[in-house]
């Protein structure tokens, strides 16, 4: 339920969130509440009020929240800390969706799972009793926190590039050598590998690369709920990659290889997971991200081209995705270089300029050489004349059924 209330005139403004409590929407709705967002999208249903705890809330997450077609979002982190410009924030604003921000720890335990909860401009109620206060954003507020996180984006820069140097000293054997790659039974060598992360654009970009997909038969590799996107683009993975926290069990049951990305000391958190299915899985322990182990895996095994779908690209990409150890990103991509082609985008690359007018007109084009074709031989004349005079008889017969219309 959805209701507005206005004790002031429609010109009035409070102060941080860009109005006051009377002046902004309040929204009632169903408590879904989890730290980690992504487990939270798979219950989330619309109309829902969705309480998180995602510090520098990225675009991915947001984009996932936005499916669902939640009420509200009460985050208890603040939803950009200042470290860089996050996208988050701004794509929950701009679908119209109201945020209560940087609310504090504490609601993560004074709510309830399926709770009743009402937020009015600043304040989140469950019945009569306050939960929590925290500031609702606002598209000012918004583009106030990426300026103020512009300025804190060469620090970023500067860690990410030790984080780098780390990465690299720990892991040059596996990057430089392949050592520690676990053997697999898909066959990749000689082959192409196309590995689809649940990221950006990734819908567009599996449906763009159709052809390709029909044409070369590269090996479908899903990393996490990236096996979720090939199974809804109607295809079926043949290894799905990653430590296991995404992906559906319809999608660990497909048949696909399944290799569980550990951490570099031998724990591997998603392994009992896949075992409680009675799937048996390969163990890959590595530092970085699945996305970088899937590449190496596929560059090891012998795929003479590896393409990507929904990976990360851009500085702020790295930086968006939330973890220090999305250095490992750039030495993979490094490593892999002369065999990655990036696919993400490529669905904005180009898009077919024809109206449905266009073609139409082609169509009428055709329908008229076809008829031009049979007027100038015997056999296509006498073609129309026999299609004229049934047309003709078929006239009759309908004139013939109406009122009067008979001899």
């Known amino acids: 339920m959805i209701w507005r209330r206005r004790t002031r005139g429609d010109g009035a403004h409070g102060e941080g969130a860009g109005g006051s409590a009377d002046t902004l929407e309040a929204v009632t709705g169903t408590v879904r509440v989890d730290r980690r967002t992504k487990r939270l999208t798979k219950r989330l249903k619309p109309g829902d009020v969705a309480v998180i705890d995602h510090l520098d809330l990225d675009r991915v997450s947001a984009e996932a929240l936005v499916a669902c077609a939640p009420a509200a979002v009460v985050n208890a982190a603040r939803s950009t800390s200042g470290r860089y410009p996050n996208l988050g924030p701004g794509i929950l604003v701009e679908a119209g969706i109201p945020v209560l921000d940087d609310v504090g720890e504490e609601v993560m335990a004074q709510l309830s799972e399926g709770a009743s909860a009402r937020l009015v401009g600043d304040v989140l109620h469950v019945g009569e009793r306050v939960v929590a206060r925290g500031r609702r954003l606002s598209a000012e507020v918004v583009a106030a926190d990426m300026e103020t996180a512009r300025a804190g984006l060469s620090l970023q820069l500067e860690a990410f590039a030790a984080n780098t140097m780390e990465y690299l000293r720990r892991e040059r054997e596996l990057l430089l050598d392949g050592v520690g790659v676990p053997d697999v039974r898909t066959d990749l060598d000689g082959r192409h590998a196309l590995v689809v992360v649940r990221g950006y654009h990734y819908k567009e970009d599996l449906v763009t690369l159709r052809p390709y997909v029909r044409e070369y038969k590269p090996v479908l590799i899903g990393v996490d709920g990236g096996a979720d996107a090939i199974l809804e683009a109607g295809w079926k993975p043949d290894m799905i990659v990653g430590d296991m926290d995404s992906v559906s069990d319809a999608a660990l049951r497909c048949g696909a290889e399944i290799v569980v990305h550990a951490y570099r000391d031998g724990r591997a958190p998603g392994l009992e997971r896949v075992r409680a299915l009675g799937i048996d899985a390969v163990v890959f322990p590595a530092t970085g991200t699945s996305e970088d182990v899937?590449?190496?895996?596929?560059?090891?095994?012998?795929?003479?081209?590896?393409?990507?779908?929904?990976?990360?690209?851009?500085?702020?990409?790295?930086?968006?995705?939330?973890?220090?150890?999305?250095?490992?990103?750039?030495?993979?991509?490094?490593?892999?270089?002369?065999?990655?082609?990036?696919?993400?985008?490529?669905?904005?690359?180009?898009?077919?300029?024809?109206?449905?007018?266009?073609?139409?007109?082609?169509?009428?084009?055709?329908?008229?050489?076809?008829?031009?074709?049979l007027l100038v031989t015997p056999t296509g004349q006498a073609i129309l004349a026999v299609t004229g005079a049934r047309l003709e008889d078929a006239w009759a017969f309908l004139v013939g059924l109406l009122p009067g219309g008979g001899p």
Not at 340 to 361: E, W
């Open 294 to 373: 899937a590449m190496l895996l596929a560059d090891d095994k012998g795929a003479t081209l590896i393409a990507a779908v929904g990976t990360h690209v851009t500085l702020v990409e790295f930086l968006d995705k939330g973890r220090s150890g999305m250095a490992s990103t750039f030495l993979t991509r490094l490593r892999v270089g002369g065999k990655l082609v990036d696919a993400k985008g490529v669905s904005r690359l180009y898009r077919s300029r024809v109206s449905d007018a266009q073609v139409l007109v082609l169509v009428l084009s055709g329908v008229l050489a076809l008829v031009a074709a």
